[in-house]
């Protein structure tokens, strides 16, 4: 029989390559307990495809390892908690022979450019596909006592996490090579096209090499592509971007295959791979830390993904967040930011939501957040409940077991507090004000592009803003912008310098519609899809500092650029437009010569330069009249009219979320019926918590 959970499934990894499967039993009881007491219901068990688990399957015959595994679920039992499992990875696991013994199993493995074996899963391969259902196969066979079941939008599912951190890899064998070169030819469909594209002059597809359309192979591993190629549309940019969207068209094909496959297992699997591991877009920089090892794939964007394109092939899309920014700095709207964008991959279903707990590699975030904060964040975003990583490991994290007693009693708090309320609030409600997700950029634009990080800041920063104001923007995808935009004012655009590499003329026409319809479009530098969209030509400028209304601003990250169109802020330097104003039907679009939301998230501020005197010129954060602030407001208003800095909120059918963020409590009026994770004294809502305000049953605030 499998074990029901009749509440918001909370889930943690239990486990990371040889922790706790080498452990004494009694450190798996005792943690066990602990796990139930923090607040969870299931353990996610470590169980990959070894060899040692086929010999099971296949002879009844124990390992010491799956013995151990097999101990877990009865401990598990015994603490009132039910299991499921992380069941596949890479190509089993990543440190074979140091640390397991037992092989992986790899079905078919990908060929590296010198003919050595990979060690990495050929996804295309038919081989590789069945050797990873038969592992879920015996999973699902031997060890259905005590299995998770959770309902999900009505119907009872069996929780299993069917991938983590799927990355295609290419293969340089015969099969691998023919496969790249069919995709080549059907993408330029003329070997002209791709001659004039790749500034070559070959006969025929057959007679490319891997140094002529791998990036790796001709550049070398280590190797990227510059800002001035991104610019230029060079041959070397549009070879690396192919070399992304080949693995992101894959990993979609993979996918497709192994959802049916894995349904035709058992039709109440609920596909819930976690799609990376350390956040998306906002990774932080590791090129920054030298001293940490195994992280040249943290950044997503070396890795070929495009998460909205694999949403219709999984039952759940989600990855897990970690509250740090791309500098390193400990940041919880990381979690708020990265949780709008997994509800903007499950449209119209619900989801879980994913974090990072423990004391992380680079820095030691929960010193100055508190899993409280980051949960709150989670239950305002929508989701159903949260799957984290992770108990106990030892090469990246998952340190939670030697976590102090103030974190894991917060944690605990958290996990109680959102059990009870997720079932309480209904239906998130649907922000006036939405974000276009950088996808081009999210897909093809590596931290070590120049200026990367703080075009991928320009997100945060605008999501950060919008949250001070009183909003609680949603992230839409561009397929979105084309199905409509029914109920929003005004959508922001991000930075997205590579939107040019996937152009999108159904989008395009799209988003004028929106404006001429009356919608409002705010962008700032680099946000190629506006400047596309709308015929938007950026000129050069020697500005560095500005003049809005009467008052000067200072900016960071420059040169920076100037749009045609009406002035409502210029240059000081030059005079030419700082922002502009663009009527196309009944609606508008603003421009800026800049990044605002970059200009919010930076960790520095500018200084007034020399050239400018004496003159009080302030920080965009600063100003008295804040001027995205200002254009915002003068089309829509807050979702809540009580916006506060670094206080969330988000509306639901049935009440409110408030997540304090500030060190110091704030003042909630009209309490009500609250339900919070920490007592509220003299209405006032602790620093770095959250609390729940109930409606009553005309959706008023009680």
């Not at 992304?244 to 058992?266: P, S, V």
């Not at 420059?558 to 039907?585: H, M, Q, T």
């Amino acid at each position: 029989m499998h074990k029901h959970i009749d509440e918001p499934l909370m889930t943690i990894w239990f486990g990371n390559f040889y922790r706790p499967a080498f452990d004494e039993r009694a450190f798996v009881d005792e943690s066990m307990t602990r796990i139930r007491d923090m607040g969870f219901n299931t353990v996610q068990l470590d169980s990959k495809a070894w060899q040692d688990f086929a010999e099971r399957y296949a002879s009844g015959e124990d390992s010491d390892y799956v013995a151990q595994q097999e101990y877990m679920m009865r401990s598990a039992a015994d603490a009132s908690l039910a299991f499921s499992f992380m069941a596949l990875y890479l190509n089993g696991d990543n440190l074979y022979p140091n640390i397991r013994f037992s092989p992986p199993i790899h079905g078919a493995s990908v060929t590296k450019l010198d003919g050595a074996d990979g060690r990495w899963y050929k996804y295309w391969s038919e081989k590789a596909r069945q050797s990873q259902q038969d592992h879920v196969a015996g999973l699902m066979r031997l060890y259905q006592e005590g299995h998770a079941e959770i309902t999900v939008d009505g119907e009872n599912r069996l929780p299993i996490c069917s991938m983590w951190d799927p990355i295609v890899a290419p293969s340089f064998d015969a099969d691998g090579i023919s496969r790249y070169r069919a995709w080549l030819e059907k993408r330029y469909g003329s070997m002209n096209a791709f001659n004039a594209a790749y500034q070559t002059a070959f006969s025929s597809f057959a007679e490319l090499q891997p140094k002529d359309y791998w990036f790796a192979a001709k550049y070398g591993e280590e190797s990227c592509y510059s800002l001035s190629d991104l610019r230029d549309h060079t041959p070397a940019f549009i070879m690396w971007a192919d070399n992304m969207r080949w693995q992101a068209e894959e990993l979609k094909l993979y996918f497709a295959a192994m959802k049916d496959r894995l349904h035709g297992i058992d039709s109440r699997l609920y596909l819930m791979p976690n799609m990376a591991q350390w956040g998306h877009l906002l990774n932080i920089d590791t090129s920054r830390k030298s001293d940490i090892g195994f992280c040249e794939l943290w950044d997503t964007a070396v890795r070929g993904i495009d998460m909205r394109m694999l949403s219709p092939h999984v039952d759940m899309c989600h990855y897990y967040a970690v509250p740090v920014t791309i500098d390193g700095d400990p940041d919880a709207y990381v979690v708020s930011c990265q949780h709008a964008h997994i509800r903007s991959l499950n449209p119209g279903r619900s989801f879980l939501g994913g974090v990072y707990y423990g004391r992380f590699l680079y820095n030691d975030i929960y010193r100055f957040i508190t899993p409280e904060e980051v949960v709150g964040s989670i239950v305002a975003s929508g989701a159903c409940g949260i799957s984290a990583y992770g108990f106990c490991g030892m090469d990246d994290g998952g340190l939670l077991h030697r976590m102090d007693e103030g974190f894991t009693a917060s944690l605990a708090r958290a996990n109680k507090w959102a059990k009870q309320v997720i079932p309480l609030l209904g239906k998130r409600k649907q922000s006036r004000v939405a974000i276009l997700y950088p996808t081009a950029m999210a897909l093809l634009e590596p931290l070590k592009v120049e200026g990367a990080d703080a075009r991928r800041h320009d997100l945060l920063g605008l999501y950060r803003a919008l949250s001070d104001w009183g909003f609680a923007p949603d992230i839409v995808e561009m397929e979105d912008v084309v199905s409509g935009l029914s109920g929003y004012d005004a959508l922001l655009i991000p930075a997205d310098d590579c939107y040019h590499a996937l152009r999108d003329e159904a989008f395009e026409a799209a988003l004028r519609g929106f404006v001429e319809q009356g919608g409002m479009v705010i962008h700032g530098q680099w946000s190629e899809a506006a400047e596309l969209a709308f015929g938007l030509a950026p000129e050069n400028t020697d500005g560095t500092c500005y003049t809005y209304q009467n008052e000067g601003g200072l900016l960071l990250a420059g040169p920076y650029a100037s749009y045609p169109g009406d002035a409502l802020a210029v240059w000081r330097e030059d005079g030419k437009n700082c922002i502009s104003r663009n009527c196309f039907g009944k609606g508008c679009v603003y421009s800026f010569g800049f990044m605002p939301g970059y200009q919010i998230a930076a960790r520095t501020a500018p200084h007034v330069p020399s050239s400018q005197k004496n003159n009080a010129l302030y920080p965009l954060a600063f100003m008295k009249h804040h001027p995205l602030k200002e254009i915002l407001l003068s089309c829509t208003a807050p979702d809540v009219p009580f916006g506060m800095k670094d206080v969330e909120w988000a509306a639901f059918e049935h009440g409110m979320v408030v997540i304090n963020h500030r060190s110091t409590p704030i003042q909630v009026l009209n309490i009500g019926n609250t339900v919070s994770q920490q007592p509220i004294v003299n209405h006032l809502l602790m620093g770095h918590s959250a609390a729940v305000i109930l409606c009553d049953q005309e959706g008023q605030q009680a």
